[in-house]
């Protein structure tokens, strides 16, 4: 949750950047270009997902545990 709290606003700033730059220079972009584009748009957000999917691991893993302690507390 923390990830997207502080990337959320670099990443909305990255896309303004690129729509002004692609409204108003489009037919001036190399390949380059639009390869930095994809780079830094879905670079980002592949990170993102990935630490969110392992911060959820952790979470059910740490749930499991707890369970499994409750459990044998119980007995």
């Known amino acids: 949750m923390v990830f997207w709290i502080l ?7 990255t896309l303004l950047g ?6 108003k220079y489009f037919d001036e972009l190399t390949a380059l270009d639009h390869m930095q584009f994809f780079l830094r748009f879905f670079f ?3 990170v993102a997902t990935l630490v969110t999917a392992l ?3 952790q979470r059910l893993r740490r749930q499991a545990l707890v369970k499994d302690i409750e459990k044998y507390l119980e007995n």
Request: charged content about 20%.
């Open 44 to 46: 980002p957000l592949s």
């Open 7 to 13: 990337f959320t606003p670099a990443m909305c700033w």
């Open 18 to 23: 690129v729509f002004d730059l692609y409204t």
């Open 55 to 57: 911060e959820r691991r």
